[in-house]
């Protein structure tokens, strides 16, 4: 329903249009649609489909215009080329109902009459109750391996199917600012950009059902589950806030009650950030944004290590030391200074910074390759990707300082706008980018309405060809990203 063949067909598609014609449009004379409850797919959708969208040279199983076929359930949970086409229980984001409303162009059915207002209504409402299938069950229901995405933007929380691209659901949540998944306890964690009550959340990641929630702080920045041998599993929690502030604390919670456990504020270490658990679980390294400097604490019980590790060439207003990652075998940190277009190296052993690598424009999040041989960097304010073999890291080599690419179905598009989440996939078979889009430069599939933001993406990269493999447009300002294997 994004596009037909017949713009692409002279006096033929001419024919095929006044064939259609007799048999697509809104006849509101059929079914009592407001009072058909439940709704089931195949006796009820289906048969709106066949007549104004399963068409010959449209959306057939044959012709699937723009890799769309509406002749099956299984079809329209399929997608097209540029994604899933409902999103269970928000119609208002689901662009197969969006054009059929005339909210995004074209209204489909394309050059026809539209659907009656009542048969429009019944659409909705049967996405309002998650689009299920004959059995019952909504859509996507079936989706266990997730990638989820913080999008601050419009207060949203998306599930990606990790293995098709496909955005599975969205969850209403105010300023997501970070999400963190246990995988073994199949919990989702949710840091909120807010100074509230109920500022860090935990869901059940297969449900997405809301289990608990506290406070954390001022504004609570990023989280990580750490199992210390013989020890209750902790939840680290970093938190910033204002200048001025003496609320710039790093807390311990219990990840299954969120009941506090310990915290640690160090007034000379403002606006604790970054953070990174290293494989061992015994040690935490947290970045300070302002004063340029990292802290190293134990797990086992929690305690500060070292403080005040400065960064290399301090400057006024510190360097903004987004984020850190540990390498598998916890001998280097890698930090990446944002106001320095650098990503510095540190030996955990001696403490001494032992490398710096120049990337892109203002580097947020990082990502190293499993066996530790590629650091792909996310540079937000350059919209590129910085590729870094660190094979020895105290020799690093840029492969890659400013990688770009165009989106594979729209080569007018670019797929890297502003990102700042950056991930490999827990197999490391795909390097996940979320793309924030927020300076709203990127106009995406379907450019939002004059005044309304333009989508943010996540997009799955094959870190060994570069080839984007998917793309999934999110909400605006999609910043951090976490997967559930």
Not at 100 to 111: C, D, K, Q, S
Request: charged fraction near 15%.
């Amino acid at each position: 329903m994004i596009l037909s063949k017949l713009q692409a067909l002279g006096t033929t598609g001419s024919l095929a249009a006044t064939i259609l014609l007799a048999g697509c449009g809104g006849d509101s004379t059929g079914p009592d649609y407001p009072n058909i409850d439940p709704i089931v797919f195949s006796q009820h959708v289906q048969p709106i489909l066949n007549v104004s969208c399963n068409t010959f040279l449209c959306h057939n199983a044959g012709d699937r215009a723009l890799g769309l076929s509406l002749a099956s359930y299984d079809d329209l949970e399929a997608g097209s080329d540029f994604g899933a086409m409902v999103v269970p229980f928000e119609p208002d984001r689901s662009h197969f109902y969006l054009h059929m409303t005339g909210a995004i162009e074209p209204i489909m059915p394309l050059g026809l009459d539209p659907l009656a207002p009542d048969v429009v209504a019944f659409l909705r409402r049967w996405i309002e109750v998650g689009a299920p299938n004959d059995g019952g069950m909504p859509m996507y229901s079936n989706v266990l391996r997730k990638v989820f995405v913080a999008c601050q933007g419009e207060n949203t929380v998306v599930a990606v199917d990790m293995d098709t691209g496909l955005t599975a659901r969205h969850l209403d949540i105010d300023q997501p600012h970070s999400v963190h998944v246990d995988p073994m306890m199949r919990r989702l964690y949710v840091s909120r950009f807010e100074n509230s009550t109920d500022n860090v959340q935990m869901y059940d990641a297969d449900t997405y059902q809301l289990l608990g929630a506290t406070r954390a702080g001022t504004f609570p920045a990023l989280m990580a589950v750490a199992r210390p041998a013989g020890q209750p599993a902790q939840l680290w929690v970093t938190n910033f806030s204002s200048s001025g502030s003496t609320d710039h604390a790093v807390r311990v919670l219990d990840p299954s009650t969120l009941a506090p456990i310990t915290q640690f504020t160090v007034p000379s270490h403002e606006q604790p950030h970054g953070l990174a658990i290293s494989a061992d679980q015994t040690r935490a390294y947290v970045t300070n944004i302002l004063t340029s400097n990292v802290t190293i604490f134990g797990t086992d019980p929690p305690r500060v290590i070292e403080q005040n590790i400065v960064l290399p060439n301090p400057s006024p207003g510190g360097a903004d030391p987004q984020q850190c990652i540990i390498s598998p075998d916890g001998t280097r940190l890698f930090v990446s200074a944002l106001k320095h277009d650098r990503v510095y190296v540190l030996d955990t052993a001696s403490l001494e910074w032992t490398a710096e690598i120049v990337v892109g424009d203002g580097p947020w999040h990082l990502t190293l390759s499993p066996d530790a041989t590629r650091l792909w960097v996310a540079n937000w304010l350059g919209s590129s990707l910085s590729i870094v073999d660190v094979t020895n890291p105290d020799a690093p080599s840029v492969l890659v300082q400013d990688f770009r690419v165009n989106h594979p179905r729209d080569a007018a598009r670019t797929v890297i706008q502003r990102p700042i989440g950056i991930a490999f996939s827990p197999d490391g078979s795909r390097v996940w980018v979320a793309n924030a889009n927020d300076d709203n430069q990127g106009a995406g599939h379907h450019p939002a309405p004059e005044g309304e933001k333009n989508p943010g993406s996540v997009a799955a990269i094959d870190p060994n060809t570069f080839a984007v493999i998917h793309v999934a447009e999110v909400p605006n300002f999609a910043r951090f990203l976490t997967f559930l294997p």
